[in-house]
Structure formats: structure tokens, C-alpha cells
């Protein structure tokens, strides 16, 4: 089998992609630097008195800016009560025949209006996956929990989890939503 060669405009387009993407590794290592605490600064040597004068006061630390909330666990109560739909949904998203990139501006926008609109939870249906018979699973599956987890949406998300059967299973997550800081 072939492969039909790139159009120009398209070998444009590909080398503007890839020079705005950065490796997801290295973007959730340094996530993990800034949420692990600080080292303790090395033991320095005593100063004499005569130099210690001498030296000019620290300039103050700037503040760190803060660190995304945390994630927490939805509760087995909470997902319960979805499952037997006592609570209601406030939205589902579908991101069936999505690419990777299509799918995560649709989930932070997706995510972005329903808080504004004051949703609490919603569910997010990834699909399980082809598999690939060597065992693996659908990239979206595995993709979106990564993303739920990056900094940009841990301010829009309390916590995930996987859905009950009936709303999809492994292949859908409930979503619970942080309050809109504008409405209070």
C-alpha cells in the first residue's frame, strides 16, 4: 500500500502543527516539579560578622503562583445516585470519530460553558476502543483522563470517574464540575 505524498499547503499546515505541540512527558513532569515541595536550600558556610554587614539585603521571593486544585474521587454515594439517575446529568458530550485534537478542544470547551451555565456534572463518553488485538484500547479513553488532570482543566473539574453501565461503562467518565467563581 502507498501513501499519497503531501501537498504543499499541507506540509504547511503539518510543520505549524508540530512546532506547537510539546511532549506530553515533559509537560507532565514539569506539572509534577511544581506540586512536589521545595528542596531544602544546601547548608551554607557560617559568615564572619565583618562580611556579613557587608552584604547587601535579599531582594524579596516573588510568590509562586498557585498550583491547580487537586482532584478528588466523586464518592460511591454521588455515583450511585447518578446511576440510578436519583441525581440528573447536566450535559453529555460524545467524542465518537473525534481526532485527539478535535476532541480536546471539544471537552475544554464543552467543560468551560457547562460551569458557566452553573452544571455540576456531566458525562463525558470517550468510547471504549477498537483494540488493536495486542491488547491495546481506544486513544480517547486513554487521552482524556490525561487531560482532565492538566492544570488547564483541574480549574474547571472537582474529579472524575468512570460511569455506570448504563450511561457506558469503562468507555464514558462522569465528570463533577467546580462552582463558577462569578456566581459564588
Not at 7 to 19: A, C, F, P, Y
Not at 22 to 33: F, I, N, Q, S, V
Not at 102 to 118: I, K, S, V, W
Not at 153 to 167: P, Q
Amino acid at each position: 500500500m502507498s501513501r499519497r505524498r503531501l501537498s504543499e499547503d499541507e506540509r504547511t499546515l503539518w510543520k505549524g502543527v508540530t512546532r506547537s505541540i510539546a511532549p506530553l512527558r515533559k509537560m507532565l513532569a514539569r506539572e509534577a516539579d511544581e506540586t512536589a515541595p521545595a528542596a531544602a536550600p544546601p547548608a551554607s558556610k557560617p559568615r564572619t560578622r565583618a562580611k556579613a554587614s557587608a552584604v547587601a539585603p535579599a531582594a524579596p521571593v516573588p510568590a509562586k503562583p498557585t498550583a491547580a486544585p487537586p482532584l478528588a474521587p466523586l464518592g460511591g454515594r454521588t455515583k450511585q445516585r447518578i446511576a440510578r439517575g436519583r441525581d440528573a446529568l447536566d450535559g453529555r458530550l460524545d467524542l465518537h470519530g473525534l481526532t485527539q485534537a478535535e476532541a480536546h478542544d471539544a471537552l475544554f470547551g464543552f467543560l468551560r460553558t457547562r460551569r458557566a451555565r452553573g452544571a455540576r456534572m456531566v458525562l463525558i463518553i470517550t468510547g471504549k476502543g477498537a483494540g488493536d488485538g495486542a491488547g491495546g484500547r481506544g486513544v480517547l479513553k486513554r487521552m482524556v483522563p490525561l487531560w482532565l488532570r492538566l492544570p488547564e482543566f483541574r480549574e474547571l473539574v472537582v474529579g472524575f470517574e468512570s460511569a455506570a453501565l448504563r450511561h457506558g461503562g469503562e468507555g464514558a467518565l462522569y465528570v463533577h464540575l467546580r462552582r463558577s467563581r462569578s456566581s459564588g
